[in-house]
């Protein structure tokens, strides 16, 4: 693996599902691509996501239309590579249990209905149809059947593969300290040497904002915590989540937010997050979260009471200070592109991501509007 | 001050003991229901005086020096909570067997020599009638004599190992001197005792009713032609122990190659925190009694004896010898065939496993386990992530493997009322 | 001490735990997996392993060998995954 690719066309840094689905539409469109990492592929904030791929949490906006963009092209593009990864269009479910959420929840999804999200309003009844193990408590509920899941490390592995079966090359375990060039991108350094290059896809996640001095960005991380349980028999049919959830996902605040949010994988356990804390990139475990996040799911599905809870892991989200991912090139470097600030939505964005920056990066016409995403708007530009 | 004790095996005990001898508020935390740990069970262990033993405990997270309890029948729902804050803590979470991998591992009557023995020692059961133990290292002896003083035939006792390799460690053989002549005690069991030699395969359908043993060669391959079919009701096994790091990892004690790293005083990287026993190596239940002393004199304040250092340095000699000689050889990944499980839990086998290496590249744990699921079952990887690393080609960070933040399920509904801090007569 | 089963009369000593009165009443598997529908039974016999599971009055996932016995109390054997009652 050592000697493979000497000239690259490309190097994307960052072997996560963003770098991965950047890394497959660069090479769908003929170029030679090589993908380094500084660990193992996909085991970052990747290894640490549900795998949503959601329209249900976003308004009306850009990051709506590119949610929508990539959720059309996902299922496309597994079956383009006849890949399993656990794809499940399973729906989401969002949840109010108070008579104080109804109206909210009832506007937000009258809202995304205009823009032409499928956004159906339940009564308490209709929503325990869906979920019968939902709490008595329920309010209203929304149904999103757009939203769907997948495994997001397989997905990533499975992109790469295809990556490498054209030609690319993926090397993990290699650190890229800085990326070389005055005006434009000349390469980039790592410890076994110089890789030559006129492009450089920064998609470092949480990470990403400090890949190079010459061009920092103001990606932070925003740490959540996963509970996860037993193995159970079907328990949770959608993703079913608190109404509260998009407002605390929409919060710029540094401190602890937790939401409810609940839902099955395919082996039988049942996810339960979320929280959202800019505590830097501590590893540190703190039991008022986990207790919170229990506190939450019990209140959507009581039946989840009894149920052992096994394993707890966290990761760190790329956050941006005005919640929009940052896609495109960097007017401070030519030749540098940057795919990241997905937050919590990466992998549910990652397919239209990818596309946009083989659009952008070849001269196509762009799918989405690549506006607002712009590395040089003042949000970003901050130094 | 307070001192807490986790684990009241050999360690434990020993630290306790000197820790309320120091004069600290001793409080000794156990998951069993009587003291004692894996090595005297079955005895009436009696609890030193002035420790406050909490039996039936078990602590399932650790913030600092903040531990977090709940009290009651295994696994049960309703289980009583408690937070104890502490000046120092002592880990002695000692070590469980480890098993390896081998086409039909899985069949009930398949058991772990650690198991035979509980069995055998704590309830006078066993796990069989007629039975071959196969594994590596000393504690094969007693496990097979134990066995014997039950009644059970064991048909023969496996080291896959060479005793030989003594030869090469004349140091630990003279610092482990009364330790190696205890094996006389199992004369007994003695001419059943093979070496080079292993079980590869266990047959049954719904049990095991036979084993395939053979001879193994200097790295643990198989000698082909040395196969031999034996009929039995029950296999035990057990190639050494892996310890249990989870509260030293969550506490923030540094690893090194396998082991907390702890000081001659058994101080670990963590300021007040202290380990001892298995968890800082692998060397019996002598070595683990001293270090306990070590560790509960110094956690409450005191100094340890110039004569029970240097006790503790010649049980060490004898422990790194003894962990040379029986370390687990590379051959063993030629055991296992496409179809043995390597996870029991998520039921992934070889050929699974090798698909996340060789298609999807998967060559960090993380990856590896999200893309087949080794490891995510309600173990956490206990058994089997050790050999899914190995077999894997992957490194083994016993540091990360052993990140289990949550170090003991518990139940969502306890978890949901979980106190947060100490009640107030604390 | 009397407990049940699988819906038999077992008799138990104080302080046997699930897993030493199950194998000293015969029974070396009680619980299928939930992936190929294996037999389980004892495997590390110290509560590490999580092989043994059974359902104890009524609540699943309980480890017979960590267990230990209550008169009274009626244990069965545990079919893949099951929500606690």
Known sequence: MVSGLAHPDVVVVGAGIVGAACAEALTAAGLRVLVLDRGPLAAGTTAAGEGNVLVSDKEPGPELALARASRERWPRLLAELDADVEWEEKGGLVVATTPEAVEPLHRFAQAQREVGVDACTLTPAEARALEPHLTPEVTTAVHYVEDAQLNPVLAATTLLAAVRRRGGETRPFVEVSDVDGERKVTGVRTPQGTIPCHAVVNACGPWSGSLTAKAPLPIMPRRGIVLVTAPLPTVVRHKVYDADYVGAVASGDAALQTSGVVESTRAGTVLIGSSRQRVGFTERFEVPVLKALARKAITLFPALAGVPVMRAYGGFRPYAPDHLPVIGEDPRLPGLWHATGHEGAGIGLAAATGLLVADLLTGRTPHVDPEPFRVDRPEVMVA | ???????????????????????????????????????????????????????????????????????????????????????????????????????????????TAGAAQAMAKAHGVAVGRRVVVAGTGPFLLPVADALRKLGVDVVEVLEAGSPLAWAREPAGVFAGRGKLAEIARYRAVLPRYHTRSTVVAAHGENRVTAVTVAKLDRDWRVRPGTERRIEVDAV????????????????????????????????????????????????????????????????????????????????????????????????WRTWPDERTLVCRCEEVDLAALRTAVEEHAALGLRSLKLTCRVGLGLCQGRVCLRNAAELAGIPHDADRVSRRPIAAPLRLGELADTPLTPALEE | MKVTVDGTAVLARPGQTVAAALLAAGRTAWRDTRGAGRPRGLFCGIGVCFDCLVVVNGVPDVRACQRVLADGDDVRTQHGAELPR
């Open chain 2, 236 to 331: 035990c096994t057990g190639f050494g122990f892996t310890p249990r790091l989870e509260l030293a990892v969550a506490a923030g004690c540094l690893v090194d190659k396998g082991f907390v790293r702890v000081d001659d005083r058994q101080t670990t990287s963590v300021p007040n925190v202290y380990a001892a026993g298995e968890i800082t190596g692998i060397g019996g239940a002598d070595l683990a009694r001293v270090e306990g002393e070590i560790a509960g004199t110094c956690a409450a304040g005191g100094t340890p004896s110039a004569s029970l250092l240097k006790t503790a340095h010649r049980g060490r000699v004898f422990a790194a010898a003894l962990d040379r000689v029986s370390s687990v050889r590379p051959g």
């Open chain 2, 1 to 111: 001050m307070r001192v807490v004790v986790v684990g009241a095996g050999p360690a434990g005990l020993a630290a306790a003991r000197a820790a309320a001898r120091q004069g600290a508020s001793t409080v000794l935390v156990d998951a069993e229901p009587s003291a004692g740990g894996q090595y005297h069970r079955g005895e009436n262990v009696v609890v030193p005086q002035g420790v406050e033993h909490l039996a039936n405990t078990t602590v399932w997270a650790v913030e600092g020096t903040r531990l977090h309890l709940r009290t009651g029948p295994a696994d049960a729902p309703d289980r009583v909570a408690r937070v104890l804050d502490c000046d120092a803590l002592v880990l002695a979470t000692g070590a469980h067997d480890r098993a390896l991998p081998f086409p039909g591992w899985d069949l009930p009557g398949v058991v």
